[in-house]
């Protein structure tokens, strides 16, 4: 008797942690896709109609200047969406302020902005964090990161691109990494990078994985997306 209410015992929590760790995070993942195809179909929409398209077209210049920065979000306010094509082709989720539980795991959010940190564009580091598994597992393949892969965010005022420099491994505790220059808190930054934050290994928060990228270019919505995007854009605004 008392075998048999612990083997089903176990399958009870083998079926909890198998829609744990795969159902809900599916439905999470698809939920937090869907919110942020809408957040960016609406910027888009709102830049279109307040820059009208000229009757005739004229050559973009190849340098747009500086980026607009934008001002610190506050909690939970969605700001961003982030885009990295190692992903996956489908691969889009929305940034909001803040690291707590009440943005990463809302199925409107996933991704967080750490406070106090750089926004996209601006000298210094523009640091998020997300899970790996559950929840929607917004960094769930950080760590096949490539050199040189293309990292996008975009927001209402236009599209940043930075490129995937290297990974670490750190302690919990490492908050350096998210200093304006990593790991040196003391320097003045004069880069502009991004530091993207997930626990490690999988199913685990022994440690965490830190994936940086340095800024390459922006542009604003109304030049339309960076080549590599245009596809992922182009079926937001049909869908």
């Known amino acids: 008797m008392l075998g048999e209410l612990l083997i089903t015992a176990g399958a009870v929590v083998l079926l909890f942690l198998g829609w744990q760790l795969w159902w809900n995070d599916m439905m999470m993942a698809n939920s937090q896709t869907q919110a942020s195809t809408d957040i960016s179909r609406e910027w ?5 109609k307040a820059t009208p398209p000229p009757e005739e077209a004229t050559p973009l210049p190849a340098d747009f200047g500086e980026p607009v920065v934008a001002a610190q979000p506050a909690e939970t306010e969605a700001f961003a969406v982030l885009y990295v094509p190692r992903f996956g082709a489908d691969y889009h989720r929305t940034i909001a302020g803040g690291v707590g539980t009440n943005v990463l795991n809302s199925p409107r959010t996933g991704i967080g902005h750490y406070p106090g940190t750089q926004m996209p564009g601006e000298v210094g580091n523009f640091a998020i964090a997300a899970h790996r598994s559950a929840n929607g597992g917004g960094m ?3 760590n096949e990161l490539q050199l040189g892969d293309a990292i996008y ?3 209402a005022d236009g599209y940043f691109t930075y490129r995937f420099r290297d990974l670490e491994y750190v302690p919990p505790t490492a908050a350096t990494v998210i200093a304006g220059v990593p790991g040196h808190p003391e320097v003045a930054p004069v880069d502009r990078i991004i530091t993207m934050t997930s626990c490690n290994p999988l199913l685990s928060t022994a440690e965490r994985i830190i994936a940086y990228g340095v800024y390459e270019s922006w542009q604003p919505l109304t030049a339309g997306p960076p080549a590599e995007l245009a596809p992922i ?4 605004a049909q869908g």
């Open 44 to 48: 888009i929409e709102q830049a279109t």
């Open 140 to 142: 769930h393949l950080i």
């Open 153 to 155: 965010v975009q927001t």
């Open 233 to 236: 854009i182009a079926a937001q």
